[in-house]
């Protein structure tokens, strides 16, 4: 079964600080890797997707792959409460479905 | 979150109610998808369309009966449905089958007395 894991939370920063999100997928056979944003009653909002091994930086964001370990994670640098928010990870399949995890909720306290 | 939009935003029904719910994507894309998420759990695929023809139905109930009319349309039916199917419904669609990078409509909030 292809499962997707996430720590739910709640991970609780400072205003400034650095969130860090992490996530493992149970298929070798993944292509590739998201992160969502969900604020409190609203659709998920693509933030990050990375491809190849290593890291990824948007801005704030980082995204960081490792398939031998099968763990992508997300950095948010100088966290702000505007951030605050669920982060879903999600996986792309061979078969070209995505899944998705549960989602760490993100408090960042000013 | 007006590139997908979807009505209504709210619906309470009856277990012995019709139903439907529709999502329209403004951004040109070839792939339409239904997601059902409920508190605490992962969002679950419900149906994948592309092209206007279904390419994954992940073994949904048939009280949910989804239709795609065109690429830029997307319908849920819904018929004698269950307290349990009550959840947010997400909209979304992607360039392709298959792409990752998927936009959402705002979904619906679907309560079933």
């Known amino acids: 079964q292809k499962e997707v894991e996430q720590n739910s939370g709640p991970l609780s920063v400072p205003e400034g600080a650095i969130a860090s999100l992490n996530c493992t997928y149970s298929d070798r056979g993944s292509q590739s890797f998201f992160w969502y944003r969900q604020y409190s009653g609203k659709s998920p909002e693509l933030i990050m997707s990375?491809?190849?091994?290593g890291d990824k930086e948007d801005g704030r964001f980082t995204a960081q792959l490792n398939k031998a370990s099968q763990y992508v994670s997300l950095l948010i640098r100088d966290s702000q409460p505007s951030d605050s928010a669920t982060y879903l990870c999600?996986?792309?399949?061979?078969?070209?479905?995505?899944?998705f995890g549960a989602g760490t909720t993100v408090t960042v306290r000013a | 979150e007006t590139g997908v939009t979807q009505t209504p935003r709210h619906l309470v029904m009856g277990m012995t109610n019709k139903k439907s719910l529709k999502c329209e994507q403004h951004?040109?894309?070839?792939?339409m998808y239904w997601y059902k998420q409920s508190a605490k759990k992962p969002l679950e695929l419900m149906f994948v369309y592309n092209f206007k023809e279904q390419t994954e139905n992940n073994s949904v109930p048939s009280r949910f009966s989804p239709e795609c009319p065109n690429s830029s349309h997307l319908f849920l039916h819904l018929h004698t449905l269950q307290p349990e199917d009550s959840a947010l419904y997400l909209c979304?669609?992607?360039?392709?089958?298959?792409?990752?990078?998927?936009?959402f409509g705002p979904g619906t909030r679907l309560t079933v007395t």
């Open positions: 979304a669609s992607s360039t392709e089958t298959g792409s990752g990078e998927q936009y």
């Open positions: 951004l040109g894309h070839n792939a």
């Open positions: 990375i491809y190849s091994n």
């Open positions: 999600a996986v792309n399949w061979n078969d070209y479905k995505l899944s």
